[in-house]
């Protein structure tokens, strides 16, 4: 299991470890997890051979620093199989962008490790709206960038479950799951089922672009602000597409939005 603190990573562990599965979890620094660790980094090669020990099956995050060579080491150490986190931008129109490239770059590694694979390419996370937090905490207007475009995002614990099915169940090898919730919402509808979740009187105001590139201006690198604005100014990612995969691989409908924000809504207090 690597990004096994982050938002789809934990929601993985979880499941697996509820299913009674042995489950290694690989952290950069000791972590309140209900499985195994291994301290390594995933950028640093040489601190990963324990980790990958006596593993069949790996959750890999994407865009690390040598992702051949690190699939050469989980190929060396027996790794059989990987899931990969990748994303819909390694299929948007215009791929030549920061983040489009390293989603496909890191699927082309997997692709020729010679290691069983399985790719999860989902829309945009439902727990992106932890971003919303520090204006949450200081106010009750919520500004935020491209508020024209719906999205059908997804909640990470329905991206764990299909991970969770690929990793264990045999039929999900060389196959793409395309990943949605079960609705598209523009940014002020997320927020307004917040509002309502939360017992409070939210408001959003969109960012026009000029506003938005000064607001990431310092804290998004340049690359990625740019492959923002390529997906959701110029409109080279759809994201509003509903996908009915996670029904189909798990026997459950993909959670809504309100159902992501009931189950986080403590994170919000
Ligand atoms: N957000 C979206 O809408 C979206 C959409 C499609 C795809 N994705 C992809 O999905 C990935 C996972 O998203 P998330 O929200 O679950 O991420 P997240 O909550 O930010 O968690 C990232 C995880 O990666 C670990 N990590 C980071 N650098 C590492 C390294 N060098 N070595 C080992 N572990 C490392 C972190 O561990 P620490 O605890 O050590 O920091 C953490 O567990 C993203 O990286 C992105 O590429 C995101």
């Known amino acids: 299991m690597t990004g096994a603190t982050g938002n789809v990573g934990g929601e993985v562990v979880r499941a697996l470890a509820d299913a009674g599965q042995p489950v290694r979890a690989l952290v950069r620094a000791p972590a309140d997890l209900p499985v195994e660790q291994a301290i390594g980094d995933l950028n640093e090669p040489d601190t990963l051979d324990r980790a990958f020990d006596g593993i069949s099956g790996v959750f890999l995050l994407p865009g690390y620093r040598d992702m051949t060579g690190l699939l050469a080491r989980m190929r060396g150490a027996g790794v059989e199989r990987v899931v990969l986190l990748s994303s819909l931008a390694t299929v948007a129109t215009d791929t030549r962008n920061a983040i489009s490239e390293f989603m ?22 439902m727990s992106n709206a932890l971003r919303w937090l520090p204006q949450l905490r200081a106010g009750d207007v919520v500004r935020d960038a491209f508020g024209d475009v719906p999205i059908a995002s997804v909640d990470p614990f329905d ?54 590139r000064a607001d990431m201006t310092g804290h998004v690198p340049d690359e990625y ?34 159902q992501w924000a009931q189950a986080h809504a403590d994170d919000f207090r």
């Open 159 to 212: 991206i764990a479950a299909v991970a969770v099915r690929a990793l264990l169940d045999p039929g999900h090898e060389e196959r793409v799951h395309e990943l949605s919730g079960p609705e598209r919402l523009r940014p002020a509808e997320r927020l307004a089922v917040l509002a309502d979740v939360l017992h409070r009187d939210l408001r959003f105001r969109a960012l026009t672009d000029e506003e938005a």
């Open 104 to 125: 496909i770059r890191s699927e082309t590694a997997v692709r020729e490790s010679g290691l069983a694979w399985t790719f999860l390419r989902p829309n945009a996370f």
């Open 225 to 258: 602000m740019r492959a923002f604005f390529s997906f959701y100014s110029d409109g080279t990612l759809d994201e509003s597409r509903i996908y009915d995969t996670v029904e189909k691989v798990t026997g459950n409908p993909p959670r809504t939005f309100a």
